[in-house]
């Protein structure tokens, strides 16, 4: 031990040693070790990050545009529909009318079709009073007058119920050319590809920025480690010039006994840097 005096590279373990300190030194080895691969982590992370950040910002664009959009799985054919309907709206009255004035007569048919049904049941009952046989057969026909009735009513109000509208067929042209441009802008045929692919980049997206949030996290657990590992060291190193100076006046009376003459020991502990972020 005498010997290992004269070594500097022992002088800090001699003195842990005489002082109990070894289990401290040891714990803070061991945090300025998993100090430096977490600062390790965090470099690559933000090294990763930044050659990410281009294409967060295409897809952040990108999906700008498709959530403006507020895509619908299945809403181009509904609006195709709803379009066609509109657009042949005037067809679609004319042929309803048509159908309505045959069956209860207006300008065009002046001879409805209930009243030739009428007729028609008027003789045929008069056959069934002559020939027996067939009025079971007729029976079914009954019904035929309440049938058209009831067909009559289904016509009139969806006739009511149409109209034209302008404003609406302009707006949906001018939806479905939004979703053609959005197609062709991605190279795609369809509204369901489109709305695929708009999920697949928010995906995307959020596997990216979620590398930020893990960055944001590790740089928090790098500051706090970074301040127990130099609070630690400072006590350390209190209690190391605490023991130095308890060992330097040890050391004194043991090689005055020696009869040595000029015997002077002094041990000077210079604060280390702990690691840390640059």
Not at 75 to 91: D, G, Q, T, V, Y
Request: proline residues 2%.
């Amino acid at each position: 031990e005498h010997q290992s005096l004269m070594i500097p590279d022992k002088h800090l373990s001699l003195l842990d040693d005489f002082a109990g300190l070894g289990a401290d030194a040891a714990c803070i080895r061991q945090a300025s070790q998993d100090l430096k691969q977490r600062i390790s982590t965090l470099e690559r992370l933000v090294a990763r990050e930044s050659s990410h950040n281009e294409r967060v910002a295409e897809l952040e664009g990108e999906l700008d545009l498709l959530d403006k959009a507020d895509l619908k799985e299945g809403e181009e054919e509904e609006i195709r529909s709803r379009r066609n309907l509109i657009a042949n709206s005037e067809k679609i009255h004319r042929l309803a009318s048509e159908a309505n004035d045959m069956l209860f007569a207006g300008e065009t048919f002046q001879r409805p079709l209930v009243n030739t049904w009428s007729d028609i049941t008027q003789a045929l009952k008069e056959i069934a009073r002559i020939d027996h046989s067939i009025a079971k057969a007729l029976e079914e026909y009954d019904e035929v007058r309440f049938k058209l009735d009831e067909l009559a009513a289904l016509l009139q109000s969806y006739i009511s119920g149409l109209e034209y509208d302008p404003a609406e067929l302009d707006a949906l042209e001018k939806r479905l050319e939004t979703i053609s441009k959005l197609k062709r802008r991605h190279g795609l045929d369809s509204l369901k590809e489109l709305i695929l692919l708009r999920d697949d980049m928010r995906e995307e997206l959020g596997r990216l920025t979620g590398s930020s949030e893990e960055r944001i996290k590790l740089e928090r657990e790098v500051d706090q480690l970074c301040a127990e590992v130099g609070k630690a060291s400072f006590i350390l190193s209190q209690k190391r010039s605490e023991a130095a100076n308890r060992l330097e006046r040890k050391i004194e009376v043991q090689v005055g006994g020696t009869g040595m003459k000029m015997a002077d020991v002094a041990y000077a502990i210079a604060p280390g840097r702990p690691a840390g972020r640059q």
